[in-house]
């Protein structure tokens, strides 16, 4: 099983599209791919589209939450886009309400979201020189 | 006294079963006129007793039912394994509990998400975890 999600470069940002029911294998693969692709590009933001995915359940919810904090312990910051309502609704039931796990509705949102983000912590830079 | 209306099973021993047992019960609730909500939890149950029958079970079946009641549809999953199973069911059946590494969210969660749920489980034979969903019931 070779299946892997592709990990797109756009600048700074690191863009993952979810396109396929993920099994369990796939989504630690992702984990991986990801975390090396975010040391290697010395990427600086990870935009993670979920719009194709019909369902969360505990496992890829814990994937999504792993991601988000080691993209931050890699000093990166993790937006999640395009979260079904129905697949929320179900997650907070499930009792998943993935604390930490930075979202937005879609994409443009997302990418406005991590774009603030960086230029706020280059002010903060600036500012400490200060 | 519900009726069975359809029923028949099918093996879930790998990931790739658990995907397909995920896109069955889809189709299934799909059929039924289940809402998107209804579908969706329907489907997010079956995956984590599916991963459970993998994981903790070795590898099992599931087995699906669609219901008739004089006045509802439904549709009652049964996954069986022949795996260790449980010892204590109580403490198994506790938020945060796990043994596989998880978060140990998949049995309760799942008892969250359906209208019924039935856990038995037998020492050395194995365990049998039934979940029932009706069409439009909260």
Known sequence: ?130 | MSSVVKADAIPVRTEQDVVLARQAVRRMTQELGFSLVDQTKMVTAASELARNTVIHGLGGRMHWEVLQDWNRKGLRLRFQDEGPGIADLSLAMTDGWTTGGGLGMGLTGSKRLVNDFEIESVPGQGTRVTITRWKGVA
């Open chain 1, 1 to 130: 099983m070779a299946e892997r999600i592709p990990i797109l470069k756009m600048g700074e940002f690191l863009l993952v599209t979810i396109q396929v029911d993920l099994h369990d294998q796939m989504a630690m693969q992702l984990q991986e791919d990801l975390t090396s692709a975010i040391e290697r590009t010395s990427a600086k933001g990870v935009l993670l589209d979920i719009s194709a995915l019909e369902m969360v359940d505990s496992f890829i919810g814990r994937m999504i939450a792993n991601i988000s904090s080691i993209s931050g312990i890699l000093d990166a910051r993790t937006v999640v886009v395009g979260m079904r309502p129905q697949v929320a609704i179900t997650l907070v039931e499930l009792g998943l309400s993935l604390p930490g796990v930075e979202t937005a509705l879609d994409v443009d949102r997302g990418m406005d979201r991590l774009r603030a983000a960086i230029e706020g912590g280059r002010l903060d830079v600036v500012g400490c020189q200060g």
